[in-house]
């Protein structure tokens, strides 16, 4: 039986066939459907963890209860649950562990360009690397048996295009042998890492990875395709795509694993290749190791450092050829929609009273992060998951008392959990006058609208308890709580005033769903009168994709992308909005 599947839809599959009983991960674009897959089946245990950390914990806890595990994340995520990593490389698993990192080349939707196969030599622990759907099924269960033959943790690097792009995938039936592991026994020297025993167990990781290097050598996922031409390329992941596809009559060296590296093969293509190129996104990661073995080749001389490659860049770089008179090659045009948020999102109206408060806005990751971009153009920094609240806190103490009383820092609710609550209690504890406004959408919007501890529901769609925000922050200390709402505009202006001018901290929780998870039964939507209409353009400046400047250079409203939310009618002072009578009119 076959299926056509995206590389995440694949691993979960991989995952189910393969015994795998307990799956964790946090969303994250591009590894989010990983779990979404995964959690579809029964008889896997699948779960949204507050944080990236939590989750790995949690799938070391299974994995020592004698079940394989698996975790997924993107390769931000793995930077929070790297402080386990580390140690887990040296405590080592009981049954299979495998450890799914989704990297974004491109940085389609993310903060850094990170390349996480250094993790695996970070860490000394063995590293695949999927080239499409079909291999992306079979590396889990290849993980899964290095983890349990090895005693290691096992890292499948997959990027953006592995994650979303699909391909003929052949299926299988579910094993019936659930775990490779054991019961849990009770092993201090191998498991509790004081320095007595972490220090053996770091000679043990460096025999380890000996030994690794001898499967490398063997394994059938490092392979040679010899060509016609004198041409050799080593590749691995989607770059070996993109080298096929740019150059078929090259030879090839395929290292579906790429950490530890298979040197007497790489010496044994090398020695043939009389022109050899080491194809690889961002760092040289490949390269460096090759050449440390005193192998010459040619690969960040000729290919970029940054941003995502293509078979046309590849083609143009390797063999000469000019992509612009190539007929073959497919034309690119870019795509120009502005970014926005949704007509009718709160966060418009919250963020341009933020901006006409002329305050200074420490962000988060989130849609939010979109209020940086014209017209709105509030958020001044945006770093990492939580970081607002500590750089708040960090600014709020050196700054001038002027300055200090501008400052608001601002995180969604996800994120919030994630790790906003510890800097949080930072806040509290060091006498910070921080006013925080938490944006609770009552969902993971960004990625998908995915549920987290404060929505109530789990990953398998199961009613459980939900944070209250609210007697959280006064748990914390926080003495000033308040719930506001985002549409109404006079109030919050007010609101946040009042905080600002406060010697204490606060914590402001704006309770306002995502319309794309409500998704409204009636709107009601405005029209701007001509008649009354100054063309100020202060509605324009929500950033509302609803509103656009039509002839004339006036404002007008789309009734077919207006939602009703009535911000522009509060921002415009010459009355000129109103409402769309039964007719349209």
Same mark, same amino acid.
């Given at each position: 039986m076959k299926a056509f599947l995206s590389g995440n839809e694949a691993i979960a599959v991989g995952a189910y066939e393969n015994g795998v009983l307990f799956?964790?991960?946090y969303p994250g674009t591009p590894s989010t459907e990983i779990l979404e897959k995964i959690a579809e089946y029964k008889k896997i245990d699948a779960q949204w963890m507050s944080n990236e950390k939590v989750a790995l914990d949690a799938a070391l806890?299974?994995?020592?209860? &004698?079940?394989?595990?698996? =975790?997924?994340m993107k390769h931000v995520g793995l930077n929070v649950a790297s402080d386990t990593l580390m140690t887990l490389s040296y405590t080592g698993v009981n049954a299979g562990l495998v450890i799914v990192t989704a990297d974004d080349p491109g940085m389609h939707s993310s903060q850094n360009e990170q390349d996480n196969r250094n993790y695996a030599k970070f860490a000394k622990i063995p590293l695949l690397e999927p080239s499409n759907s079909q291999e992306a099924k079979d590396d889990v269960k290849l993980a899964l048996k290095i983890s349990e033959e090895f005693d290691t943790p096992v890292l499948i690097r997959i990027t953006t295009r592995i994650a979303h792009s699909r391909s003929i995938v052949k299926l299988s039936r579910r094993r019936?042998?659930?775990? &490779?592991?054991?019961?849990? =026994?009770?092993?201090?020297?191998?498991?509790?890492?004081?320095?007595?025993?972490?220090?053996k167990r770091h000679e043990f990781v460096e025999h380890r990875l000996k030994r690794l290097k001898e499967f490398s050598e063997k394994t059938g996922c490092n392979k040679i395709g010899w060509g016609k031409n004198d041409i050799g390329i080593i590749a691995s992941g989607v770059s070996y795509q993109y080298a096929k596809e740019a150059c078929p009559e090259a030879s090839f060296l395929k290292?579906?694993?790429?950490?530890?590296?298979?040197e007497s093969l790489i010496r044994k293509f090398a020695k043939k290749s009389s022109r050899l190129y080491i194809v690889e996104e961002l760092d040289p990661f490949l390269e460096e190791q090759i050449k440390a073995m005193g192998i010459k080749g040619k690969g960040k001389k000729v290919f970029p450092l940054t941003g995502e490659l293509n078979p046309d860049l590849v083609r143009e770089k390797l063999c000469k050829k000019n992509t612009k008179k190539n007929s073959g090659a497919i034309a690119r045009q870019p795509f120009l929609h502005p970014l926005s948020f949704c007509a009718g999102c709160s966060y418009a109206g919250l963020f341009y009273i933020l901006r006409k408060l002329k305050t200074v806005v420490i962000g988060d990751i989130g849609c939010y992060a979109l209020s940086a971009l014209p017209p709105l153009s509030t958020m001044d920094t945006c770093v990492s998951m939580g970081s607002s609240i500590g750089i708040a806190l960090g600014m709020g103490k050196v700054s001038r008392s002027s300055f200090r009383k501008n400052l608001i820092a601002v995180i969604g609710d996800s994120t919030f959990i994630h790790s906003g609550i510890t800097p949080l209690i930072s806040v509290v504890y060091n006498k910070g006058t921080t006013t925080v406004i938490i944006l609770d959408n009552q969902t993971t919007a960004m990625t998908g609208r995915q549920n987290h501890p404060g929505t109530g529901i789990?990953?398998?769609?199961?009613?459980?308890?939900?944070?209250?925000y609210k007697q959280l922050a006064k748990a914390l200390g926080i003495k000033r709580v308040k719930i506001i709402n985002c549409y109404d505009l006079k109030n919050i202006k007010v609101v946040i005033r009042q905080e600002l001018l406060s010697s204490q901290?606060?914590?402001?929780?704006?309770?306002?769903?995502?319309?794309?998870?409500?998704?409204?039964?009636?709107?009601?939507?405005?029209?701007?009168l001509d008649s009354k209409c100054i063309k100020c353009r202060e509605c324009l400046m929500l950033g509302c994709p609803a509103i656009f400047l039509k002839e004339h250079q006036r404002p007008y409203i789309n009734s077919q992308v207006c939602t009703g939310c009535a911000l522009c009618k509060q921002v415009c002072s010459r009355n000129a909005i109103k409402e769309l009578d039964i007719e349209g009119k």
């Open positions: 799956a964790a991960g806890g299974a994995s020592l209860a &004698g079940t394989r595990s698996l =975790v997924a019936r042998i659930f775990s &490779g592991g054991k019961i849990f =026994v009770r092993h201090p020297e191998k498991y509790t890492m004081i320095p007595i025993n972490a220090r290292l579906g694993m790429s950490y530890p590296l298979p789990t990953l398998k769609g199961e009613k459980t308890s939900k944070i209250d901290p606060s914590v402001l929780i704006a309770k306002n769903p995502c319309l794309l998870l409500t998704r409204r039964k009636k709107f009601v939507s405005f029209k701007i």
